[in-house]
């Protein structure tokens, strides 16, 4: 077996793996590069290998840093099959339409720009939405949870719930010939365990190799219910200011989570019953229709709520803004409202407007529920940023900036180590997709087996 690593490698996003095994050649999910204008670049770039020659992509979740670069795949020569759970499946297709939907977009705008600056060469979009109908056609087989899925002659993939977003797995691949066995488990992203709406990780038992993601290996989570709390107070506080409330948002459970935690403010008086919620986005309004449909990845307590007639994702005053028009109403409103949009780390999408009129505001507050990668507008502004670039405009950030980071998707450095733990028989584990401090912190942690942090490009034999 050789292992070799090709994304989200001393890094967070742009996942990417690829496991050759018995003449076959697997490609653990093939992620969008975010951040940076420089990593943004490295989408285009060749890939380093041949896409041709991979059979299968086995995909963890619907988050574009594990799936937004496989129309590119497709396009460049990917025939094999493309194999996730149901909800994955379902999640990955608005995803990628919206993504080549947003490149076609930008780039009708820099054509436009160019022209005006005489410019000749004109840009050309990563994907477009053919290319993002061309590559769903290779999605093949559903996977579920915990169900063996035979991939060749001694080779087979089980994926078990990974508890991050609906649909998410960690996938352990096993290869079996000459009378031994071998097994090589990538963790996707491990959610956090508590949380409302789905349930916590599933520990896939044994592995000898563990590919394992360490996004905040260095850090601990506040506790949901404190986390909860905190933005009860922060909403609270804008209102009593006469501001709004801005929330970036990934569409892909964060929406949905937060609209919970909403509705039970309103229910349990934490939050005035007249708040206007905006929900600008029409990929999490389609991504909460399918949170809807796929209960077996709930948690029981809302798998009983939606089937007694409540709808715990609904708000009293909740707007869905899927028409432009809609959102740019939403600017009128000078305080009062929660305003939920993407995409989370504000790199681009309807959050920016946003922030655009809600930033120089000390009334208003923006407030962060997830991560925000190095080089990203999110990042700024929770660095301290006194100013940020925003369509062409330099504006100040004068309004409460607040950072909760109990509502994260993913697992902290005490949940990643019980995680790690439970499953017997390691030898040796690859950290992948996190910055190198919080890398390295976690890998001090990591005790009983052999710990590598690879490089971008780097392979191994196992």
Same mark, same amino acid.
């Given at each position: 077996?050789?292992?070799?690593?090709?994304?989200?490698?001393?890094?967070?996003?742009?996942?990417?793996?690829?496991?050759?095994?018995?003449?076959?050649?697997?490609?653990?999910?093939?992620?969008?590069?975010?951040?940076?204008?420089?990593?943004?670049?490295?989408?285009?770039?060749?890939?380093?290998?041949?896409?041709?020659?991979?059979?299968?992509?086995?995909?963890?979740?619907?988050?574009?840093?594990?799936?937004?670069?496989?129309?590119?795949?497709?396009?460049?020569?990917?025939?094999?099959?493309?194999?996730?759970?149901?909800?994955?499946?379902?999640?990955?297709?608005?995803?990628?339409?919206?993504?080549?939907?947003?490149?076609?977009?930008?780039?009708?705008?820099? /054509?436009?720009? =160019?022209?005006?600056?005489?410019?000749?060469?004109?840009?050309?979009?990563?994907?477009?939405? /053919?290319?993002?109908?061309?590559?769903?056609?290779?999605?093949?087989?559903?996977?579920?949870?915990?169900?063996?899925?035979? !991939?060749?002659? =001694?080779?087979?993939?089980?994926?078990?719930?990974?508890?991050?977003?609906?649909?998410?797995?960690?996938?352990?691949?096993?290869?079996?010939?000459?009378?031994?066995?071998?097994?090589?488990?990538?963790?996707?992203?491990?959610?956090?365990?508590?949380?409302?709406?789905?349930?916590?990780?599933?520990?896939?038992?044994?592995?000898?190799?563990?590919?394992?993601?360490?996004?905040?290996?260095?850090?601990?989570?506040?506790?949901? =219910?404190?986390?909860?709390?905190?933005?009860?107070?922060?909403?609270?506080?804008?209102?009593?200011?006469?501001?709004?409330?801005?929330?970036?948002?990934?569409?892909?459970?964060?929406?949905?989570?937060?609209?919970?935690?909403?509705? @039970?403010?309103?229910?349990?008086?934490? !939050?005035?019953?007249?708040? @206007?919620?905006?929900?600008?986005?029409?990929?999490?309004?389609?991504?909460?229709?399918?949170?809807?449909?796929?209960?077996?990845?709930?948690?029981?307590?809302?798998?009983?709520?939606?089937?007694?007639?409540?709808?715990?994702?609904?708000?009293?005053?909740?707007?869905?803004?899927?028409?432009?028009?809609?959102?740019?109403?939403?600017?009128?409103?000078?305080? =009062?409202?929660?305003?939920?949009?993407?995409?989370?780390?504000?790199?681009? &999408?309807?959050?920016?407007?946003?922030?655009?009129?809600?930033?120089?505001?000390?009334?208003?507050?923006?407030?962060?529920?997830?991560?925000?990668?190095? &080089?990203?507008?999110?990042?700024?502004?929770?660095?301290?940023?006194?100013?940020?670039?925003?369509?062409?405009?330099?504006?100040?950030?004068?309004?409460?900036?607040?950072?909760?980071?109990?509502?994260?998707?993913?697992?902290?450095?005490?949940?990643?180590?019980?995680?790690?733990?439970?499953?017997?028989?390691?030898?040796?584990?690859?950290?992948?997709?996190?910055?190198?401090?919080?890398?390295?912190?976690?890998?001090?942690? !990591?005790?009983?087996?052999? /710990?590598?942090?690879?490089?971008?490009?780097?392979?191994?034999?196992?």
């Amino acid at each position: 077996m050789k292992l070799s690593f090709h994304g989200a490698d001393r890094a967070v996003t742009g996942s990417c793996h690829l496991l050759e095994c018995l003449d076959r050649r697997i490609l653990i999910d093939c992620g969008m590069f975010q951040g940076s204008r420089e990593l943004a670049d490295e989408n285009g770039a060749a890939f380093d290998f041949d896409p041709a020659a991979i059979d299968y992509v086995l995909l963890t979740h619907a988050h574009l840093d594990h799936c937004g670069r496989l129309p590119l795949f497709a396009k460049r020569g990917f025939r094999g099959e493309v194999i996730a759970t149901s909800a994955t499946r379902e999640l990955t297709r608005l995803v990628l339409v919206d993504a080549a939907h947003l490149q076609e977009e930008e780039t009708r705008r820099q /054509v436009h720009q =160019g022209k005006r600056r005489g410019e000749e060469d004109a840009p050309r979009p990563l994907y477009t939405i /053919v290319d993002t109908l061309n590559c769903l056609d290779r999605f093949g087989r559903t996977a579920e949870y915990e169900e063996v899925v035979e !991939l060749a002659p =001694g080779l087979r993939a089980t994926f078990f719930d990974a508890g991050h977003i609906l649909g998410s797995a960690s996938i352990r691949i096993e290869v079996s010939g000459g009378g031994t066995s071998r097994s090589v488990l990538f963790s996707g992203d491990i959610g956090s365990s508590g949380h409302p709406l789905l349930r916590s990780p599933a520990p896939p038992g044994r592995a000898d190799f563990i590919i394992m993601e360490s996004t905040y290996g260095d850090r601990l989570h506040r506790s949901f =219910g404190d986390s909860t709390e905190e933005l009860y107070e922060a909403i609270s506080n804008a209102f009593a200011r006469g501001g709004n409330v801005v929330i970036p948002t990934f569409a892909l459970e964060r929406a949905q989570e937060i609209l919970y935690v909403l509705h @039970q403010g309103v229910e349990r008086s934490r !939050l005035p019953p007249a708040a @206007q919620v905006f929900l600008d986005s029409p990929m999490a309004i389609s991504a909460t229709e399918i949170f809807q449909r796929h209960t077996e990845c709930l948690d029981p307590d809302a798998v009983r709520m939606f089937r007694q007639g409540q709808d715990p994702l609904h708000v009293q005053n909740l707007h869905m803004a899927r028409e432009t028009a809609d959102s740019i109403a939403i600017n009128r409103i000078t305080g =009062g409202a929660i305003i939920m949009a993407g995409s989370g780390m504000c790199t681009g &999408g309807r959050i920016r407007h946003h922030l655009r009129q809600n930033l120089w505001r000390r009334e208003s507050a923006v407030i962060f529920v997830g991560f925000a990668a190095s &080089g990203t507008l999110a990042r700024q502004i929770i660095d301290g940023a006194h100013y940020v670039r925003l369509f062409d405009e330099d504006i100040p950030v004068r309004s409460s900036i607040h950072t909760i980071n109990g509502f994260s998707a993913h697992a902290d450095q005490r949940e990643l180590l019980a995680w790690h733990g439970r499953i017997t028989g390691c030898e040796r584990t690859f950290l992948v997709h996190g910055e190198e401090p919080a890398m390295k912190e976690l890998a001090d942690h !990591l005790h009983g087996c052999r /710990v590598d942090i690879p490089r971008l490009g780097e392979g191994y034999d196992l």
